[in-house]
């Protein structure tokens, strides 16, 4: 009687429990099914634990049938969970469908910065020509900015190069590469130099499409016996040659600096209408590219030189400036605007 009555109840459990586990859908289900219906207190898995207290002569047949129930709810189980990876393989196969034929999508790479790359490709032609790469620093005095570059305090050129004072009495921040000169000077003399001088200048200037508040320039200085106008011309020459493609007609216009004498400035053939004149060059034909000069003698005295015995020349250009014509960008603010839309064009 008791044997049939847990033999009932064992089919009972049994039905139920596959019942339930028709109804599970999910892993959570799943899982919280095993725990019911396999698990430490589930009524099955109780049987084979109190197996002790079933009359010696049912125990066989009961422990045996409870094992085959729970062999066929593991067996069940195993098929639900199948069943249910297969359902969900099919359903995320058929939603997430990846169309194998569109075009990948690119990684986005980073570059330099269009004034570094130009800043680079300049430094690369100068050094092929001779020049010495040589820093100076941003941060200048007074002194070396103006006073030793032969511009003293009350010189009117001074309005030309307004700039940034720090709160340091005679520290600011340098509106061009030229003291660099100084210090290249003061540092080799007396032997011969040759250097670039590239970095960062800064101005106090109302911006516009021409002018910024911040731009790079590159400097040229020479020193040494017999260094000629000659020199100068003929440096600048290949060096716009290199720059701007053989042959390309340059030409020399007389110009005003208080650190040369005398100075000049560069010009090269527009390269947007080569020579009949456009809205670039402004109808001339020509685009200005650097101002230069033979190196002032009290420039060269205050670098360390008898301006008797050496001589030298110098040349400064605004390397952004360059960019500016040689890919006709109508705006010189763009190169510090960050603006990815800019940047990713070069
Ligand atoms: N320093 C000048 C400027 O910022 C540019 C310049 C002109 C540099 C003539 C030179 C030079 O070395 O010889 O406008």
Known sequence: MAENDLMRQMAAFEESALAALENARDEAALAQWRTANLGKSAFIMQIFSQLGTVPKTERPQIGQTANQVRVRLEEALELRMNQLKKKALAESLKNEKIDVTLPGRHPYRGRLHPATQNMREILAVLSQIGFEIFRSPEVET???????????????????????????????????????????????????????????????????????????????????????????????????????GNNVRTRFRPSYFPFTEPSAEMDVECFLCAGKGCS??????????????????????????????????????????????????????YFWGNDIRFLEQF
């Open 142 to 244: 007074d002194e070396y900015n103006f006073e030793l570059l032969n511009i003293p305090a009350y010189h009117p050129a001074r309005d030309m190069w307004d700039t940034f004072y720090t709160t340091d009495p005679g520290v600011l921040l340098r509106t061009h590469t030229s003291p660099g000169q100084i210090h290249a000077m003061k540092l080799f003399a007396p032997e011969s130099i040759r250097v670039a001088l590239p970095g960062m200048c800064f101005r106090y200037e109302q911006v516009s499409m021409r002018s910024e508040i911040q731009f790079n320039q590159i400097e040229l200085l020479a020193v040494g016996k017999n260094i000629t106008f000659g020199d100068l011309k003929g440096t600048l020459q290949e060096f716009a040659y290199r720059m701007f």
């Open 280 to 333: 670039m060059c402004k109808n001339s034909g020509w685009l200005e590219i650097l101002g230069c000069g033979m190196v002032h003698p009290t420039v060269l005295k205050n670098g360390g030189y008898d301006p008797n015995v050496y001589s030298g020349y110098a040349a400064g250009m605004g390397p952004e400036r360059i960019t500016i014509l040689r890919h006709y960008v109508e705006d010189i603010r």
